[in-house]
T-cell receptor, first 112, second 113 residues
């Protein structure tokens, strides 16, 4: 079983619509969670950290469910520029020196 | 403020050859991690360097080795290249002891013929 699992998609979303997707992780002791965005053939870029209480950054909302070991990302009012692969990233206490576990990514395609 | 820089951007090698990839961390960062990203996959952790020593290692063979210099820059060396080593190699830097996200360089795209 992979340590971080994501639905690969693609999620085809009309411009202006809302899209949400989850990521599950296997290590219950994981402490830090992030969403990274990766455009085609580019490097991953931090989208947002995910906090226990959930957090919002503009049109993006991230949630953490420790009991069920999943995190989610919701994108409201989707823009064409939101088209990308979204990588779920987990860091656990055993990896407190910074090793990140990445999911394979969820592809989002926003259409006009 | 320069971010993480990697060189070269692209590289073509043949099987059996050796390659060295380079990374300069973001200013103020002292820890460098290397990742391999195959097509359609998420990045996989190779190893991490701090204070010129390998601090953690992922599930990669000994053909993969590295080094960190006193100025915190780092090299990734891969010996006896295999076709399966074709990937995007990403370097990420961070500040040790802080729970801050890592910042990635643009990567080196390595193709093995």
């Amino acid at each position: 079983r992979k340590e971080v699992e994501q639905d690969p998609g693609p999620f085809n979303v009309p411009e202006g619509a809302t899209v949400a997707f989850n990521c599950t992780y296997s290590n219950s002791a994981s402490q830090s969670f992030f969403w990274y965005r990766q455009d085609c053939r580019k490097e991953p870029k931090l989208l947002m950290s995910v906090y226990s209480s959930g957090n919002e950054d503009g049109r993006f909302t991230a949630q953490l469910n420790r009991a069920s070991q999943y995190i989610s990302l919701l994108i409201r009012d989707s823009k064409l520029s939101d088209s990308a692969t979204y990588l779920c990233v987990v860091k656990g206490p055993a990896d407190s020196w910074g090793k990140l576990q990445f999911g394979a990514g969820t592809q989002v395609v926003v259409t006009p | 403020d320069a971010g993480v820089t990697q060189s070269p951007t692209h590289l073509i090698k043949t099987r059996g050859q050796q390659v060295t990839l380079r990374c300069s961390p973001k200013s103020g960062h002292d820890t460098v991690s290397w990742y391999q990203q195959a097509l359609g996959q998420g990045p996989q952790f190779i190893f991490q360097y701090y204070e010129e020593e390998e601090r953690q290692r992922g599930n990669f063979p000994d053909r993969f080795s590295g080094h960190q210099f006193p100025n915190y820059s780092s090299e990734l060396n891969v010996n006896a290249l295999l076709l399966g080593d074709s990937a995007l190699y990403l370097c990420a830097s961070s500040v040790t002891g802080e729970d801050q996200p890592q910042h990635f360089g643009d990567g080196t795209r390595l193709s093995i013929l």
